[in-house]
């Protein structure tokens, strides 16, 4: 957009600068001539950049004045022909529209380079894009005001210094149309041109919307959508992971312009009552979403009201107590536990600070037709809404991938997971997670779930509070399917890294001693409330976009719960939308066009994908399937026994995977 231009000239210095600094005064100087001004086919001069030479003074006979050669570097304002400016939209005409940058107000787009089709309308003086989305026709209003995006297509320079009556030329047609009105020359016009995707107006607005687009100022918060509304970007599904992602927008400087709807079937979701009550679902969130949250001003919310720390980690085998145990070496936390209510109401007591963002809650989205340029969108209350693109977060049933015709590979574990708040016998602070491979599926404390064969919960489901409660605490220390090979083969390796440790004095700093390694039992608990059940499943769809539809959060991806990453992984797709989105408008496409919907899915499968396989295959290495005999169990319990006690003892191997396990 700027230039820097070398040039020279001579500055004439008054007598009375002849006391003041010579390089302040001709700075003044030059700017004095040249600041605001237009040089023929060179541009309209902005400010001084520098001075390379100051040549010798000479005061000429009969002038009071001196005179000095100066070469200097002037900031030029010269957009490059295809480059891609925002502006505000000055006035209209039936020619075309005009519009400023507010230091320079001789932009035209013709109306050859408007969006088609369009007509101008006289009563209002402005354009009108008739935007047809198959079905109907919108009016979207060219508004005065307004920014909009257009590319540089031509420039035109016209030579203003009176030399006698104007020669008939070119450019003189092109000025004598932009300015026909008042016969103004203009000595630089740029010619600018808006009819391709992702140029036009930031946001649209057709006349039906205009109000709402008003009252987006000043309250955004559970709204009605009015008929035919028009947003840049919806995201359905107002979850942790949607919330996120309305928050996550809402704060970027860049879509500060758009108009972005988040639409949830529940009723308002902010308020975070009675801080007393325990919620029984918690997540266990990574350091890369407390990153987030923090990002999005959420964290301190959650750190008013309450989180758990999670310093170190022990897991072990039923079958035959093989078990890891895990910090991170600088003493930071492994992860975070809080309580789901209030991952949402941080979220979502965030989003009236967004005047980008509006919130309808208490509506569906029932059906939606996509096509090349848009998704047309129907409410539950019968209403439209149009937008560029779609987000999908509507959770693991989702509906908008089903209609968008997109396959997913999806299975039901055999398992059902029950979460509970659990109160401890004795007061103590916690800072340790525990997990137990169980030969019927895992147990954990801190978050508390117990993932149980499907046959089995009912058992548990109905016992009395201290029953379970019995039963929660025999199942981290009563023996499980034990197998005695297996345990044969952990004290093999054992002495075998005993054995390598003495062997290789110099390499004993890759292994553990087996003695520093304590196995501490998890506290016991004393009672229990909200105990509730979930069936659980694998489900990884097989796209992650379509036609003006992205997907995040358990509508792409449900793992099972045991390492406890399922909103984690939500919460990437968050963070990798959004950068493709920035990436997308910085490089002047248009949102919700097709590259960047493929760029997304890309990337964000490449991180997904892979860790949803290992989860799985973890869960399935430690389940007891029905295989009939031990002849099949005994490799898997040596398997994993063999990489349980490898992974405590070799440092960079425990390293590696608690790296990996805390992303
Ligand atoms: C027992 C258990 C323990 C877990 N523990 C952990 C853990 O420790 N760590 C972790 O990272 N993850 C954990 N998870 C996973 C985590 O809970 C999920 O990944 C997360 O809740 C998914 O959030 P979401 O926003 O994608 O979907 P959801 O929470 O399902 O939200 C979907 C939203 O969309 C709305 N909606 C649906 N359809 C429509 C529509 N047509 N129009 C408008 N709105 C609609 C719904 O009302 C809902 O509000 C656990 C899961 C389970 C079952």
Request: proline fraction near 3%; include cysteine.
């Amino acid at each position: 957009m700027y230039i820097l231009a070398e040039m020279n000239d001579v500055v004439h210095v008054k007598p009375w600068y002849f006391d003041q600094d010579l390089l302040n005064v001709i700075e003044d100087e030059l700017n004095k001539k040249f600041a605001n001004k237009i040089i023929y086919q060179l541009g309209l001069c902005v400010a001084l950049f520098d001075i390379k030479e100051i040549g010798n003074s000479s005061v000429l006979p009969g002038d009071g004045s001196s005179h000095t050669k100066v070469s200097f570097r002037y900031v030029i304002f010269r957009p490059f022909i295809d480059e891609i400016l925002v502006g505000k939209v000055k006035s209209s005409s039936k020619e075309g529209i005009y519009i400023s940058l507010s230091f320079f107000d001789d932009i035209f787009v013709p109306f050859s380079n408007l969006q088609k089709p369009c007509r101008f309308d006289e009563k209002e003086q402005l354009f009108i894009w008739q935007y047809d989305t198959g079905d109907s026709v919108h009016d979207l209003f060219i508004d005065i005001g307004e920014e909009i995006r257009f590319r540089v297509v031509n420039e035109v320079f016209l030579d203003t210094t009176p030399t006698g009556p104007p020669k008939k030329n070119d450019a003189m047609t092109i000025t004598s149309v932009v300015h026909n009105k008042d016969e103004i020359k203009c000595p630089f016009t740029i010619i600018g041109s808006i009819n391709e995707p992702g140029l036009g107006l930031l946001t649209l607005s057709s006349r039906a919307s205009f109000s709402s687009t008003k009252n987006l100022q000043n309250d955004n918060q559970s709204h009605n959508c009015k008929n035919n509304d028009y947003f840049d970007i919806v995201i359905c599904g107002g979850g942790m992971v949607g919330n996120a992602m309305a928050a996550a927008l809402g704060q970027e400087n860049l879509f500060k312009n758009l108009k972005i709807a988040l639409i949830d079937t529940e009723s308002n979701k902010e308020k975070y009552q009675n801080p007393q009550i325990h919620h029984s679902r918690v997540c266990a969130l990574s350091s890369t979403t407390i990153d987030l949250l923090k990002s999005i001003d959420s964290w301190d919310f959650i750190q008013q009201h309450r989180f758990g720390e999670v310093h170190n980690m022990h897991v072990w085998d039923g079958s035959t107590d093989a078990f890891i145990s895990f910090k991170k070496e600088d003493g930071s936390n492994l992860a975070w536990i809080v309580e789901n209510n209030l991952i949402i109401a941080s979220l979502t007591k965030n989003l009236s600070n967004f005047k980008n963002v509006k919130v309808f809650y208490s509506n569906k989205i029932e059906d939606f037709k996509q096509n090349d340029q848009a998704i047309d969108i129907k409410l539950n209350d019968d209403s439209n809404i149009t937008t560029k693109l779609l987000i999908g977060s509507d959770g693991g049933n989702s509906f908008i991938r089903k209609k968008a015709n997109i396959d997913v590979l999806q299975w039901n574990y055999d398992q059902v997971a029950i979460v509970a708040t659990m109160k401890l016998a004795n007061k103590t602070q916690n800072f340790t997670a525990w997990q137990r491979f169980l030969s019927t599926g895992p147990i954990a404390l801190l978050p508390a779930i117990w993932s149980i064969k499907k046959n089995m919960v009912n058992n548990l489901l109905e016992l009395n509070d201290e029953e379970f409660v019995h039963k929660v605490n025999q199942a981290f220390v009563i023996e499980d399917f034990k197998n005695e090979f297996g345990s044969g083969i952990e004290n093999l390796v054992q002495n075998g890294i005993d054995w390598l440790r003495n062997v290789i004095p110099k390499g004993s700093d890759y292994f553990t001693d087996r003695e520093t390694e304590v196995r501490i039992l998890p506290p016991k608990i004393a009672s229990s409330e909200s105990r509730a059940s979930y069936p659980l499943s694998f489900l990884h769809s097989n796209n992650y976009v379509s036609k003006r539809l992205a997907l995040i959060g358990d509508s792409i991806h449900k793992i099972h719960p045991l390492a406890g990453q399922g909103v984690n992984l939500g919460f990437g797709d968050v963070i990798c939308l959004k950068q493709c989105l920035k990436d997308n408008l910085l490089s002047g496409n248009e949102i919700g066009s097709w590259n960047f919907l493929k760029d997304y899915e890309s990337r964000r499968q490449r991180q997904a994908f892979p860790k949803m396989v290992g989860i799985d295959a973890l869960n399935k290495l430690y389940t007891d399937y029905e295989y009939g005999n031990s002849l099949i169990k005994t490799p898997l319990v040596t398997a994993r026994t063999v990489g349980l006690t490898l992974s405590n003892r070799v440092i960079p191997v425990k390293n590696f995977f608690v790296k990996q396990a805390m992303r």
